[in-house]
């Protein structure tokens, strides 16, 4: 129970990080808001159980995500805190018992508004005037977007008031009110683009446009709810009514729907007749936030770590239909991902029809045992894909039959191999139609064949030309297949075949992980490469041998072996193997490189997540700290290091970066001289 706790909240907070990252830096969500809540709420509650098992990086201990890059950062004045959940009358009464308690008195005042599903930002006003606007980021940083809010019409650039603060600042979420979003959607289809999945991401989209003129037309707007750094002019109100009512004298858009409640009862009622109201409402929400009204309340009541103890989210329960299965679809994602899709009669779900719900996975489907004929109820909660919540089984027509799930892909035929987690993928990777310009570009990619030059666009026109059907078609490609593309000179043509021509002389692990077989990252393809040192002793392994490898347990063994078994893959392996790839032959190693030496590893790395950093350099002999002392031998740092690397440089132990770690894991360096 210990064990299985302790790896369920492993488990918990990975998934958490790589759901957040879809979320907040990518806008490309994978799973749906209320799918996150309820990972997030097992999380909370298994932390609560077991305070030993929160780690300081545990997704509960900080605000947000980490912002993207493609926008210069900004240092928010205050953090910008997120908003505590409950999803039940019970969840609210505990959340209003802690608050009463705290403040030793039964009578708390509210202000409750409805929340949105936008994004939010600060506004920084200097002097009345808008100086900066940013996404929340990571909560102490968010990303510039000034130039995109300025073109929002409710936006004031300038506060209405002869006396404005010295600093303001101004938070607030931006939104696509649902007209706005349908007509963006209608523009989008009819000029062939992707249609955004809901108002949020197409909010998201919009104010991260690298072209403000772009922004410009988006028909977005804006709520202000809160202030965060507050300096000179009149002092801050007292209330968070009072606040409202000032942010909307000095001309920023408040939500008009606001009120003042009292106690639990004021707040239910709110929560039951916005509820009544919500589709009426000219934007989408997903809930009602409450606020203690009184500041001096408020700072009593302090914050966690995320969020407030002095507010909460109060989320409308996820809306759902009844409808009936027509077929069960399986689809091939770029990365050769199976994922079934329940194609459904049309229903209107939360005023949207939907013909089509995810089963997310083989083992998803098995447990729900949805069927053809099945009547099934569906779920949209305000957000991407709509899923099935589960089968009517008393309304099951007779005759239904168990899906059988697929085990040969339905686009190449090639075997289906379960992967360490649910998911079940194509192992013909390198034939895949479906697969071809994402294993193209993965084999292009820096950390694989490191081919500069060969993008996204023009992968794109190869395939789709028909110029390129495998990776192996690359090394045949002459100057004149490119010119003759959309965009293509002479001198980027002839660049782009140099570096073809350049990338055939390789390593064994850049040319294993440039393979894309399912399961085998960099770690794993230089401990495959390392132990069998020969392409062809690790294409001749079977399962058992190649879980004599660090880290290849039986999962990967069987996706590796299926991978070298299907005889296209081999088919394409020998065809670049002709064409002149080759690589300096590996000596099998005796010990590890380095053996014997510690390794301390912080910051981000960009390639490999820690685990596989830490997996690859034991592989080779060195034992992994997780504090730098005076015996570390070496630190390796990646992106905004923090303090470890600072106690390093104290120490004087060398500080390496990602690349000489790679290079290291690559076998190209072995200079790691005793220091
Ligand atoms: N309406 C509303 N939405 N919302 C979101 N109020 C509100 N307050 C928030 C957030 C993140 O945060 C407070 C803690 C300021």
Request: charged share 25%.
């Amino acid at each position: 129970m210990t064990r299985d706790a302790a790896a369920r909240a492993a488990e918990l907070r990975a998934l958490l990080d790589h759901h957040n990252y879809r979320y907040y830096v990518l806008d490309d969500p994978e799973i749906s808001d209320a799918e996150y809540d309820r990972l997030f709420a097992e999380l909370v509650q298994l932390e609560r159980e077991r305070p030993d098992l929160a780690t300081p990086d545990s997704p509960t201990q900080r605000v947000g995500a980490r912002p993207s890059t493609a926008f210069a950062p900004v240092v928010h004045g205050q953090p910008m805190l997120s908003l505590g959940n409950v999803f039940s009358e019970q969840e609210l009464a505990d959340f209003d018992r802690r608050v009463r308690e705290r403040l030793g008195h039964d009578h708390v005042v509210y202000v409750a508004e409805p929340k949105l599903d936008g994004l939010a930002v600060n506004l920084r006003y200097e002097n009345g005037v808008l100086m900066h606007a940013a996404t929340r980021g990571d909560g102490m940083t968010g990303e510039d977007v000034t130039a995109n809010v300025r073109t929002i019409r409710v936006c004031p650039l300038r506060l209405r008031t002869p006396t404005p603060p010295r600093i303001l600042e101004v938070r607030g979420e931006v939104y696509l009110p649902r007209d706005g979003f349908l007509r963006l959607n209608e523009s989008q289809i009819a000029q062939g683009a992707k249609p955004f999945a809901n108002p949020r991401n197409a909010a998201a989209g919009s104010l991260r446009q690298l072209d403000p003129a772009v922004s410009a037309r988006r028909p977005l707007r804006l709520f202000c709810y809160a202030a965060g750094e507050w300096l000179g002019g009149e002092p801050p109100p007292g209330t968070q009514e009072a606040l409202l009512t000032v942010l909307a004298d000095l001309g920023l858009p408040v939500n008009p729907e606001r009120r003042v409640v009292v106690g639990y009862e004021g707040c239910l009622r709110y929560y039951e007749d916005l509820g009544r109201r919500r589709a009426h409402l000219a934007y989408e929400i997903d809930g009602v936030v409450y606020k203690v009204n009184d500041v001096r309340e408020q700072q009593i009541l302090g914050e966690l770590s995320r969020s407030p103890r002095w507010a909460v989210a109060h989320k409308f329960p996820a809306e759902e239909a009844v409808t009936q299965v027509v077929r069960i679809d399986v689809q091939v994602g770029r990365t050769g991902a199976l994922t079934p899709v329940a194609v459904l009669a049309p229903v209107a779900v939360g005023g949207v029809t939907v013909s089509h719900a995810t089963l997310h996975n083989p083992d998803e489907l098995a447990r729900k045992d949805v069927r053809v004929g099945d009547f099934v109820g569906v779920r949209r909660a305000g957000d991407v894909i709509p899923e099935i919540v589960g089968v009517v089984f008393d309304r099951r027509p007779a005759g239904t039959v168990p899906f059988a799930f697929p085990d040969h892909c339905p686009v190449c035929g090639s075997p289906v191999v379960r992967d360490k987690g649910v998911i079940a993928r194509c192992a013909g990777g390198l034939i895949c139609q479906a697969q071809r310009r994402q294993t193209i570009r993965h084999f292009a990619s820096r950390r694989a064949m490191d081919i500069v030059g060969l993008g996204d666009k023009l992968v794109e026109q190869l395939v789709e030309s028909g110029t390129v059907e495998t990776v192996a078609d690359l090394y045949r490609l002459k100057p004149s297949d490119l010119t003759r593309l959309e965009r293509m000179g002479e001198k980027s043509a002839t660049k782009v075949i140099t570096a073809i021509a350049a990338s055939r002389q390789t390593t064994l692990p850049r040319f294993l992980y440039a393979l894309g077989i399912p399961e085998v990252g960099e770690a794993t393809a230089l401990a495959l490469a390392r132990h069998f040192a020969k392409l062809e002793a690790l294409m001749a392994a079977d399962e058992e041998q190649l879980t004599e490898v660090a880290d290849v347990g039986p999962i990967v063994a069987h996706a590796i072996a299926t991978f070298f078994s299907e005889p296209h893959n081999r088919q394409v392996i020998a065809a670049l193997r002709a064409a002149g790839v080759q690589w300096p032959a590996l000596e099998k190693p005796a010990g590890g490189a380095l053996s014997g030496k510690t390794v301390v590893l912080t910051g981000t790395l960009e390639g490999m997540t820690r685990d596989e950093a830490r997996a690859a350099l034991e592989g080779l002999g060195a034992k992994v700290a997780t504090s730098v002392s005076a015996r570390t031998d070496y630190v390796v740092a990646g992106r905004d290091p923090g303090s470890k690397a600072a106690r390093a440089q104290e120490l004087g132990v060398p500080i390496v970066g990602e690349d000489e770690l790679r290079a290291w894991l690559d076998g190209r360096r072995s200079d790691f001289g005793d220091r």
